[in-house]
Structures are given as C-alpha cells and as structure tokens.
C-alpha cells in the first residue's frame, strides 16, 4: 500500500499533554491546541484511521483562529466529553465547543463543532483533509448541495454542513476563511460513515440530544474524594465504551512510551483485565451501566473460550490481529504499528480480576444466569492453571509470577464471600492452596513478596492482590512488601513497574501511574490515610490541561508518554477516590 507523507499544511506535534479527546463510545478522537482534530478512526476503534497527522499520516480537520498570535485554553463541560477550546487573539476571544454525537451509531459518527466569537469579530480557518486508511484513500465526488457538502472514498461517506462557503482542493480537500460577528456562532457538523446518508443534520437537535446523554451516563460524585475528577474518569470510561460492553484500553496507537525505544504499542482493543479494573471501580461506588457492560463482554467470552481466554479481543469480539507495521513517519521518537501481539497471551491475573468483578456484582444483585456460569468457568480456568507459567500483568516473558498468583487467591477469596455454600468452601480451600505454594516460591527470606520465584526484586503488580484482600491488612509480609516497593521504586512521589538491570529509575521507562494508584489502594487497605491521600494526590497531578493520563509520566521532563487516554489509569483513579471518601465496598 502506498501512503502518502503529510502535506506541508499538515499541523506538527504537541507534547501528549496539550491534546483533548472526544469519543462517543464507538470511536475517539484527539484535538489539539490550534484546534486540529489529528486523529480519528472510523468507523469504529479499530478501523483505519481517517485523521492521522498525530503519527505522521495526512487527514486532519482544523477548525479555529486565523491568527496564530494566539494563547490556547479550554475546558470540559464537567461530567461530559464536551469540550470547549478558546483561544485569546490579538484582537477577541474565541470558543470552539466540540463533541462527537451522542448517543452513538456505531457505522456512522458525527463530529460536531460550535465556534462563537465571545469578544471581537472572530476570524476563523477551516482546512478538512479527510484521508481514510492512514492517508492512502483520498476522498472523491466532492460536490456540494443546498449547502452541504459531501464525497466518498476508502470504502467511506462524508458530509459536512456549515461551510458552504469553503473552497474545494485536490484529493478532496475543503478550506475556508470566514469571520464571525462578535456575539455570534457558526455550527458544522462532519459526518463520516459506512454508507452515505440523507437525513437531516440539525445541529441543535445533536447538542441537545449529546447534553442529555452525559447527564444520564455519568453520576453525582459530590461525595467521593476529587469530585471533579472522578466525573470525568466516568465520562472518559464512558467514552470509551462501545455499545457491545467492550471497552479500549486506550484511542490511539504508537505513541511512545519511551523516544526512540521499541515500545510503541496499539491500544485500540479490549483488555479483559482493564474491563475488570474499570468495573470493579464503577462497583465501588453503586451499580451502574459501565458495570453491566463489562460484565456482559467478560462473561461472553469467558462462556465461549473458557481456559482458552484471550487477554485482549477486538470491540466486536474478533482476534487482536499480529502486529505490523505501518510506512509512516510517526509521532516524534515512536514507530507506528497496528495490532498487538498480546492478544494471544496467557495470564492468569485476569481470572483473578474477572472473579473480582463478578463477586463485587454479584454484592450488587447485577450477576444473570449466565455470570453465574461464567463464574464457575472461571474458577475452574483458575485451578487448572495455577502452577502453569505465564505472561502476567507485564505481558512479559512466561514465568512463575507471584502478582498472577496473589490475583488468583484475592479473586477466590471475594469469590467465596460472594457465593456462600459448598462452592465458597472450595473455593477458599483453593485459595489457601495456592497462597500456601506461592508463599514457598515467592516469599523473600526478608518477610516480602518476591517478583518470581526466580526473582526477589520488588514489582508494583504486587501492590493490588495486596489492596485487594489476598492477605489481612495488618500482615506482615504485605506490610513489609509495600515499604520494600516504595523504598525501591519510587521517584519523588511516583512509582515504577520494576526494575531493569542496573539503569537508573527513568532511564528505562517512565513511572507507571496505574502503580501510583495502586499504592494509594494498598495503603489504604492497610489503614494508611495520610500515605493513601499522598499518592492518590501524587499520582493525579500526573496530566495535562485536559485532564487526561496517559500510561506513563517521565518524572523529571513532567511529560506524558504512551497511548492516550489509558483507560486503567482512570479506572484506578475512580476507585481510589471512591475509597479514600470511605465509600467503598469492601
């Protein structure tokens, strides 16, 4: 396949922390500062992208000031994933509120955009380059009627209204200069999809409809810790649900998690464990539809391949494809690739999760028939693997992990509470067995948690079994494990994964911020406020303007790194901050 370079008009990168993100559930989209939509897959998470610019690909939709002497700001509507941009010119003040259309059609998006002079005549650009495939299929057929326009290309249909005074270039590009009076807005409405469309786009029927659907999906958090932020977790968690329950781990793909390194990954997929993690904080704090949704996407495919799960599965519950690579530039210091070898793993952290997803339901009154199944699915999964080496949380190399293990006792143990009787017995004689082995291979001389049993080194994985009720809270080896981590891995105030060798903390990776949330929960578990408060705090600070986290935080550059936003991080913080409001359960 031939893809092009950007053109010359193409808008350079931003550091990660300067991007908003928009999503409706079926696919996302970033924004940056000059308000440049540089990337979007369509139709859905998975799909080629239509908007590439952000990893070297042509295709964005520039909706914003002419005059590029100009400060950049914005905001979140709270408790949504509408965003407003607003720049301070020379000459005004101009606004630029954004969203995709809610609720979703999973063939069809549409990007709707409001730009209002707020002070002075606004002076606006508009440039869309809608390029699908990663840039390789220009749009063709571009023509315009009674004021929208429309065209087609990559196997996709475009319509735009709002810009009928715009000019159209080569391979399907539109551009435009028009003011707006002070006091006044213009609206456009892009829609792209699998097949052309004739209804009528109305855009103050789309806002109002996109209004609603955020004030129904996302909750009062006015009583948990950081109420504001705990909204947003739950919108962006929202946002990057699809209607089949599946959630992405993250929008994008090959954003670096370290410059020039070869970790650069493609997150567009459906982490079983992540949907663990994102259900088991929703839990904490009631019942709620992001709840049933993950546990009807985990017990779909729990019930069809058992023992055979796979770590990841795509929104609509194919195989994570192998990875490649695509002929593209790149985000600064990155290698752009699609797919994910992970898909194909076994680890067996995730059946602990799974097991405490559905006891957490199940104290909720949300498990069906079949989650019930599933769960018994699931402890069988547990007992026939327990001993058998895998990839663990890391996605690492197959060994005897002890994170994996303590997962599995923690997930038996609220599995038992959950379903009291003859199975709860056995289960928790399950546990007793495997925490028993573990506690042989993996318990340090020195009274800590080892990584392996061929490696005593420290490993934040550790710190969630731990917050999860594998070990009472005042025992001394989870006491002993959680300081031997802090003392090791930590770095004013963040926390690492592990070790690598003999380098320097940061030398290898940037912090892990699911590990700094992780250790506010253990400390929390383990009746430390003020410690708990400390790296919840810590860890939060750890984002842009937009309020986003991506998977890693480059301590000392105050940079994020790696794909955007990483729905775990915000999972984790949602769940500390329902704890530390001692609103929790469990």
């Known amino acids: 396949m031939n893809h092009p370079a950007p053109t010359a008009h193409a808008s350079p990168p ?76 020379g000459d005004g003040v101009i606004e630029c509120r954004e969203a995709l259309a809610a609720p979703a059609d999973r063939d069809r998006l549409l990007l709707l955009r409001r730009i209002r002079a707020v002070h002075g005549d606004a002076r606006v650009r508009l440039r869309l380059d809608v390029r699908p495939g990663f840039g390789a299929h220009p749009m063709t057929g571009l023509r315009q009627e009674r004021g929208t326009w429309s065209a087609h290309g990559g196997g996709l249909h475009l319509r735009l209204i ?37 209804d009528e786009l109305d855009p103050d029927r789309l806002w109002k409809a996109t209004e609603r659907h955020w004030a129904d999906v996302v909750p009062d958090c006015s009583a ?80 069809a391949d058992g023992c055979h799960l796979r770590p990841a599965y795509t929104v ?14 790149g985000y600064p210091g990155g290698t752009d690739r699609v797919g994910n070898r992970a898909g194909r793993q076994f680890q067996l952290d995730a059946f602990g999760e799974i097991l405490q997803l559905y006891a957490a339901a199940a104290r909720l009154d949300r498990l069906d028939a079949d989650a019930r199944r599933a769960l018994d699915v699931a402890v069988d999964a ?14 690492l190399e197959n060994r005897w992990w002890a994170h ?12 038992a509470r959950a379903v009291r009787g003859r199975a709860g017995h056995a289960w928790e004689g399950l546990a007793d067995t495997i925490l028993r082995e573990t506690r042989r291979r993996c318990l340090s001389p020195r009274g800590h948690w080892s ?25 001394p080896s989870g006491l002993r494990t959680r300081r031997f981590i802090e003392e090791r891995l930590s770095e004013d105030g963040y926390l690492y994964r592990f070790g690598h060798g003999d380098q320097p903390l940061g030398e290898a990776e940037g912090a892990f911020l699911l590990c700094g949330f992780m250790m506010a929960l253990a400390a929390h578990y383990q009746r430390d406020t003020v410690g708990a408060f400390r790296w919840f705090e810590r860890t939060r600070a750890a984002c842009g303007p937009p309020g986003l986290f991506a998977e890693e935080y480059d301590v000392r550059q105050r940079q994020m790194r790696g794909n955007l936003p990483q729905a775990f991080v915000h999972a984790q913080l949602l769940e500390t901050a329902v704890r530390l409001a001692g609103d929790g359960d469990g």
């Open 14 to 89: 931003w550091t990660l922390r300067e991007y908003a993100f928009l999503a409706d559930g079926e696919r996302g989209a970033l924004v940056g500062p000059r308000g440049e939509t540089v990337w979007l897959c369509a139709p859905r998470w998975d799909s080629e992208a239509v908007f590439s610019s952000l990893i070297g690909g042509p295709g964005e939709y520039v909706l914003g000031p002419q005059d590029d002497w100009n400060v950049w700001g914005g905001y979140y509507e709270e408790g949504t994933l509408i965003h407003v941009g607003r720049w301070i010119t």
């Open 224 to 303: 948990l810790a950081a109420p504001r932020d705990a909204r947003h977790a739950y919108a962006i968690l929202h946002g990057l649900t699809s209607s089949s329950g599946a959630m992405v781990a993250a929008a994008t793909t090959s954003l670096p998690e370290r410059a020039e390194g070869q970790r650069n990954y493609d997150y567009r997929f459906a982490w079983i464990r992540d949907q663990c993690y994102a259900g088991l904080a929703v839990a904490a704090h009631g019942a709620h539809p992001l709840l049933d949704a993950g546990v009807r996407f985990v017990t779909e495919h729990l019930l």
């Open 451 to 475: 990584r392996a049993e061929d490696d005593e080194g420290p490993d934040a994985a550790l710190l969630l079994p731990l917050a999860r009720g594998c070990l009472p809270p005042d025992d």
């Open 162 to 198: 709002g810009a009928a005074d715009a000019t159209p270039g080569r391979s399907g590009l539109l551009e435009a200069r028009f003011t707006v009076t002070s006091g006044e807005a213009r609206d456009l409405v892009l829609e792209i999809g699998a097949r052309a469309e004739t």
């Open 404 to 415: 994996s293990r303590l997962c599995a006792v923690a997930g038996l143990r609220a599995a």
């Open 382 to 395: 547990v007992e026939r693997n327990w001993l058998r080496p895998e990839a663990g949380l890391w996605e």
């Open 316 to 329: 609509t519950g194919d195989t994570v494809a192998d990875e490649r690579s695509l002929p593209l530039q």
